[in-house]
């Protein structure tokens, strides 16, 4: 089946630092990759939508500016946290669509916690 | 109203009983539906898309219904591992882009 990878799988750092995650769909071609943040016990909560080679839509109440979304190739997108802060800390989860109505696949996560 | 919605739960059941989810959906434009699992602390993982015709996998049986615009979930035969969160989630184009919408998830505990 659709494999997407993710990483890193799990951060910790000191506020202020940015961080960068890769999203990969490895077996096929992701015209639009999502991604998605979730904190224990709630739902997981669209952040913005990736279109290769296009800008990103993000969600309302998500800054762009401090969740900065590249998607330059068919097969990898990345999300970068700027400046992060202790409540930036939050389980971020990608996931790639491929062509027409088909599923998404998801990624493995990426547990970011800021000290 | 939120675009997809289900019942939060929790589902606390024994072990071997069967248990049905439903999920509802405000876009009658909607072009595809699925039922995800996600469990603690990990990745939804995809459990089976929803056909009109409805369709079973195992255990499993997912029913769309266009007209009432709602999905349901039947596991029969419920097992311990079965406990998990399931996600619905529905598809739908958005100014010509696909967009899954997820629900918030319904969260499903199997006892003993």
């Known amino acids: 089946g659709a494999v997407v990878s993710q990483h890193p799988s799990w951060v910790i750092c000191k506020s202020g630092t940015s961080v960068k995650i890769e999203c990969r769909s490895l077996?096929?071609?992701?015209?639009?990759m999502f991604w998605y943040r979730q904190f224990p016990k709630q739902s997981l909560m669209l952040m913005a939508t990736?279109?290769?080679?296009?800008?990103?839509?993000?969600e309302q109440g998500v800054e762009k500016d401090k969740f900065l979304i590249n998607h330059a190739s068919l097969t990898l997108s990345t999300l970068t946290v700027t400046s992060a802060h202790p409540e930036d800390s939050s389980f971020y989860i990608c996931?790639?669509?491929?062509?027409?109505?088909?599923?998404?696949?998801f990624g493995d996560g990426t547990r970011l916690s800021i000290l | 109203r939120k675009e997809v919605e289900q019942d939060p739960g929790p589902f606390n059941v024994p072990e071997g009983a069967t248990v049905a989810f439903n999920c509802t959906y405000s876009?009658?434009?909607?072009?595809?539906f699925f039922w995800y699992r996600q469990d603690c602390r990990k990745e939804p993982k995809l459990l089976m898309s929803?056909?009109?015709s409805g369709n079973e996998d195992g255990r499993f049986t997912a029913q769309l219904n266009r007209a009432s615009q709602y999905i349901s979930l039947l596991i029969r035969d419920s097992k311990l591992s079965d406990s998990a969160t399931y996600l619905c989630?529905?598809?739908?184009?958005?100014?010509?882009?696909?967009?899954?919408?997820f629900g918030s998830g319904t969260r499903l505990s199997i006892r003993p």
């Open positions: 996931s790639a669509l491929g062509q027409g109505y088909q599923p998404q696949h």
């Open positions: 077996d096929f071609q992701a015209t639009t």
């Open positions: 990736s279109n290769e080679g296009s800008k990103a839509t993000y």
């Open positions: 989630a529905v598809n739908s184009l958005y100014s010509s882009a696909s967009k899954i919408i």
């Open positions: 876009n009658s434009a909607s072009q595809s």
């Open positions: 929803v056909y009109s």
